[in-house]
């Protein structure tokens, strides 16, 4: 299994450019989820979709938007980038459904560095 | 919101010493503890979890860890490390929602 599958792995892009950070998953996870990680913060959450057709912020979702395109893809939209957004990006799912005990699942990030 | 603290920003040891990394979280309420282990270049990994029953838990390759619940803590151990225990650690905490809150991760660096 592919587990959760991001693309793509590297970007650079300039300042106020736009682009989209794809992820998919292969579990049959309800809920999926967006991270940045940042040296010295750990992972922060973006945006978090519970359910397919569902989206809600998380703790730093200013300059981002998000689309749960189906129950498998979720995607991270960038409208205008700036350089503070320079981070390594993770996305996640996890079974959900109110069991919250199951650990999430994360794919192997996205580097995006914005000049 | 709950706030997670992980005491070190980086340890450094040598093969065969014993490690205990600290984990502080603030949130009174029932609480879901994990564990993340991410070595250089991979994503995140699931070393361990505790969610209810034995507070000492066992995860893979070796390592375990206690919830203490008076102390708000939930320390990762393990008796000997190898230098393949290089890598970045992260403890992280729900409190019964979909939010998954993060410590600033430690580093370890075992020395061959």
């Known amino acids: 299994n592919a587990g959760v599958t991001q693309t793509p792995k590297f970007q650079v892009l300039k300042t106020g450019q736009s682009m989209t950070l794809q992820c998919a998953q292969d579990m049959n996870h309800n809920s999926m989820y967006w991270y940045r990680q940042d040296p010295g913060m750990g992972l922060r959450l973006i945006y978090y979709?519970?359910?397919?057709?569902?989206?809600d912020k998380g703790e730093v979702p200013n300059g981002y938007n998000v689309s749960r395109l189906n129950k498998r893809e979720f995607s991270l939209r960038l409208e205008s980038a700036a350089p503070s957004q320079t981070s390594v990006y993770f996305c996640?799912?996890?079974?959900?459904?109110?069991?919250?005990?199951?650990?999430?699942?994360f794919g192997d990030g996205t580097r995006l560095s914005i000049l | 919101a709950q706030s997670v603290s992980q005491h070190n920003h980086h340890v450094i040891l040598s093969e065969a010493a014993s490690l205990e990394l600290g984990c502080n979280y603030s949130y009174g309420g029932t609480v879901n503890l994990f564990w993340y282990v991410q070595y250089p270049g991979q994503h995140l990994q699931l070393l361990l979890k505790y969610f209810s029953g034995d507070p000492l838990v066992k995860g893979i390759k070796g390592f375990e860890a206690e919830f203490i619940k008076s102390k708000f803590s939930f320390n990762l151990r393990k008796p000997s490390v190898q230098w393949s225990d290089t890598a970045e650690y992260f403890c992280a905490v729900n409190a019964g929602d979909y939010k998954l809150s993060f410590g600033a991760g430690t580093t370890v660096t075992v020395r061959a």
């Open positions: 996640a799912s996890s079974l959900g459904q109110g069991d919250f005990n199951q650990p999430q699942h």
């Open positions: 979709s519970a359910s397919e057709g569902t989206t």
